[in-house]
């Protein structure tokens, strides 16, 4: 059980900074039809 706990809080800590930093600015990948324009 404790292994199902630090996992869950491991995948919500990262999936916070991930989406604060996806809202905080766009992302920075381009599209093969923008890249090439």
Do not use: D, Q
């Amino acid at each position: 059980m404790e292994a199902l706990v630090y996992t869950f809080l491991l995948v919500s800590t990262l999936g916070i900074i991930f989406f604060a930093i996806f809202f905080r600015e766009p992302p920075k990948v381009p599209t093969k039809k923008s890249n090439f324009n």
